[in-house]
């Protein structure tokens, strides 16, 4: 196994560095993405990069596409949260290791890879639910795209107030607003032909 470690010296990923040798991977190091292409365009072939999420990702995507290189992204970082972790994969990364990394992720990664797997796989339930997150969270925002502030905040309230069963200060705490904002949306929708939860019912009709 043949992997390039993008980051800075001395950074988090050295953790990383010293499991990938005790798994059997050759990793060699490179401390940015022009140094990471320089080594990559002169002939150092690797199987996979694993990435320091400070190092900007999507720009090393682009630069290796340029080149017509080929080789999955392995991003890693600090933060184990969604946020993080939907940066990472919206950038190009094929998975988000939250550090200190866990030798079994680690491990699972590495056999992936040399299995051409074309999905890795997650040994860690945390890590799971994080990457499940973030991928969830991806495909939600893109299908708002091209919908208006006014029609997403609408059906939000909309549905929150279901969840809710009508209750309009449960809902009302739940999206962070007052119970007269909250109000004053309901009796807006209801004008315009909106069907609106009644107050403590999980139905619907035509008035708030």
């Known amino acids: 196994m043949r992997l390039l470690i993008v980051a800075p010296l001395n950074g988090p990923l050295t953790t990383a560095t010293k ?11 490179a401390d940015c993405i022009d140094t990471a292409m320089a080594m ?12 320091d999420i400070e190092i900007d990702i999507c720009d090393l995507v682009l630069r290796l596409e340029a080149d ?17 972790a939907i940066t990472a994969i919206d ?8 550090l200190p990394p866990d030798p079994e992720i680690i491990a699972a990664i590495l056999a992936a890879v ?23 969270v991806q495909a939600v925002t893109r299908a708002l795209v091209g919908r208006t502030v006014a029609d997403v905040e609408r059906d939000l309230i909309l549905e929150t107030l279901k969840h809710c ?14 119970i007269r904002t909250l109000r ?3 009796t807006e929708y209801a004008a315009d032909g909106v069907r609106v939860p009644p107050p403590n019912s999980g139905e619907v009709r035509g008035a708030a």
């Open 19 to 29: 499991i990938v040798i005790e798994q059997g991977a050759s990793p060699i190091h």
């Open 40 to 51: 990559l365009s002169s002939g150092s072939a690797a199987d996979l990069l694993m990435v």
């Open 68 to 84: 017509r290189i080929r080789v999955p992204i392995v991003a890693c970082g600090t933060r184990d949260d969604a946020d993080a």
């Open 91 to 98: 950038a190009g990364a094929k998975e988000y290791i939250p």
């Open 114 to 136: 040399a299995g051409d797997a074309h999905q890795f796989v997650d040994c860690n339930e945390a890590m799971a639910k994080v990457a499940h997150t973030a991928l969830t």
């Open 165 to 178: 069963l009508g209750n309009r200060t449960h809902a009302a705490n739940v999206l962070g607003i007052s």
């Open 184 to 186: 004053n949306k309901l």
